[in-house]
């Protein structure tokens, strides 16, 4: 099972990917009535494996991190050349409604194995020898 551990790092990863859309998708909805606005969407949430290990900090300051878990991912604009009203605003709130759904989904997927493997390590830890 600690081979496994990984899918609780992609499992958090997830977690925190399906919280920064669903930030990005309420700045789309907040912003529905601002004139010139585009609708923005992170890329798709992948899984990719480190060619290199990655770098640690051993004081304070010396590797910047974005402390933001939308600086993480990249912001993409996610209209399709369609701007829906006459201001030149390109939300549809219909399609950002369904885009929160998406997020919300990510997020219960993510919790749902986060819970199933500790579910099962605290079995592992718990069977009688």
Same mark, same amino acid.
Do not use: C, W
């Given at each position: 099972?600690?081979?496994?551990? %990984?899918?609780l790092k992609n499992a958090s990863e997830l977690s925190h990917y399906a919280v920064a859309r669903h930030r990005v998708?309420?700045?789309?909805?907040?912003?529905?009535?601002?004139? *010139?606005?585009?609708?923005?969407?992170?890329?798709?949430?992948?899984?990719?494996?480190?060619?290199?290990? %990655?770098?640690?900090?051993?004081?304070?300051?010396?590797?910047?991190?974005?402390?933001?878990?939308?600086?993480?991912?990249?912001?993409?604009?996610?209209? *399709? *050349?369609?701007?829906?009203?006459?201001n030149g605003n390109s939300v549809s709130l219909e399609e950002q409604m369904l885009l929160a759904g998406d997020a919300?989904?990510?997020?219960?997927?993510?919790?749902?194995?986060?819970?199933?493997?500790?579910?099962?390590?605290?079995?592992?830890?718990?069977?009688?020898?």
């Amino acid at each position: 099972m600690l081979g496994n551990l %990984a899918l609780l790092k992609n499992a958090s990863e997830l977690s925190h990917y399906a919280v920064a859309r669903h930030r990005v998708v309420g700045e789309n909805i907040a912003n529905a009535d601002t004139p *010139g606005f585009r609708a923005r969407d992170l890329e798709p949430f992948s899984v990719e494996k480190p060619s290199e290990p %990655a770098m640690r900090a051993t004081r304070v300051g010396h590797i910047a991190s974005a402390s933001a878990d939308a600086g993480r991912y990249s912001i993409v604009t996610a209209d *399709g *050349g369609d701007v829906l009203s006459p201001n030149g605003n390109s939300v549809s709130l219909e399609e950002q409604m369904l885009l929160a759904g998406d997020a919300r989904r990510q997020h219960s997927l993510a919790t749902s194995i986060y819970k199933k493997a500790m579910d099962i390590l605290r079995t592992s830890i718990a069977a009688p020898r």
